[in-house]
């Protein structure tokens, strides 16, 4: 009769390892949504109660087949309107099923919106044109820097979608310099600040810039990027940014300044701990 001897070491390190398995599963794969009220005296009674989700950071991650367990919660939310603010695939990605999959999931039963991260400027001429094809085809309308009036009864609101060149992300390669991006360049892609009577909504990748979309003359500015930190340490946040910087000033939530609001996505895709995926209900009050 074989004898069997209980090895502590060994069952506390199989136990240790299915632990952070299951922890890493979690913290990756669950998805959270919250909440952000965005009131405004530019914000009519047709636009009062006007829902929208926005979505960031997808890295072209499923959440079930097909991304359907991402696509029925929004469908629970019942938004007006749902704006995608870039970095939904990666630069390294061949098959941009899992992004499309969700594309096609919303596309077909709410207006959706669509502008590139700095990821996206990593593709190839010929992927970005089969990406924008394949979305277009979907009924996601691509914003390239453009603006598009959202009219609700006798009202509107504006949305843009702005993107800028990989340049004023990182500079000969490193992320440490930068050239800045100013008010002058704003203009120069998407025009002058709208009318000042009318609500305007930016879709902007990176945060970072939020004095610029400020100063411009953006009412509500929604970003992503900073993939919420990356590792979040409660009081004192965000741990990590895309810009090699620690604790990033923008990494969640709301933000003010001015005259102008920003929500910053924790995004869906990418590594992270204490900081699940995330989609953003923003709910316009007058």
């Known amino acids: 009769m074989t004898e069997y001897k209980?090895?502590?070491?060994?069952?506390?390190?199989?136990?240790?390892t299915l632990s952070m398995a299951a922890l890493f599963m979690i913290e990756n794969y669950s998805l959270e949504s919250e909440k952000q009220v965005i009131s405004s005296e530019k914000i009519t009674p047709d636009f009062d109660g006007f829902r929208i989700v926005h979505l960031s950071d997808l890295h072209c991650r499923s959440f079930g087949h097909k991304n359907r367990r991402l696509i029925r919660k929004i469908k629970k939310i019942k938004p007006d309107l749902v704006v995608m603010t870039g970095?939904?695939?990666?630069?390294?990605?061949?098959?941009f099923e899992p992004f499309l999959n969700l594309a096609r999931g919303?596309?077909?039963?709410?207006?959706?919106y669509y502008t590139i991260g700095n990821h996206e400027l990593d593709l190839t001429d010929r992927q970005l044109s089969i990406l924008f094809s394949e979305l277009r085809g979907a009924g996601v309308q691509v914003l390239n820097n453009d603006r598009v009036i959202i009219t609700r009864g006798r009202s509107a609101i504006d949305l843009y979608g702005m993107w800028y060149a990989l340049n004023f992300y990182k500079k000969n390669g490193s992320y440490r310099r930068h050239d800045p991006f100013t008010v002058g360049d704003m203009r120069r892609l998407i025009g002058d600040a709208p009318s000042r009577r009318r609500f305007s909504i930016v879709m902007a990748h990176n945060p970072l810039d939020f004095a610029v979309y400020s100063e411009w003359g953006a009412d509500l500015v929604l970003s992503g990027h900073v993939h919420g930190g990356g590792v979040r340490l409660g009081k004192l946040g965000g741990v990590f940014s895309p810009g090699r910087k620690f604790f990033p000033e923008y990494y969640q939530g709301r933000y003010s300044l001015g005259n102008t609001d920003m929500v910053v996505s924790r995004g869906l895709g990418g590594l992270r701990l204490f900081n699940r995926p995330q989609i953003v209900e923003i709910e316009l009050r007058r």
Do not use: Y
Not at 6 to 16: E, I, L, N, P, Y
Not at 87 to 95: C, E, G, L
Not at 106 to 112: G, K, M
């Open 106 to 112: 919303i596309a077909r039963e709410f207006p959706t």
């Open 6 to 16: 209980w090895d502590f070491k060994r069952s506390a390190f199989v136990g240790g």
């Open 87 to 95: 970095d939904m695939v990666s630069r390294q990605d061949r098959n």
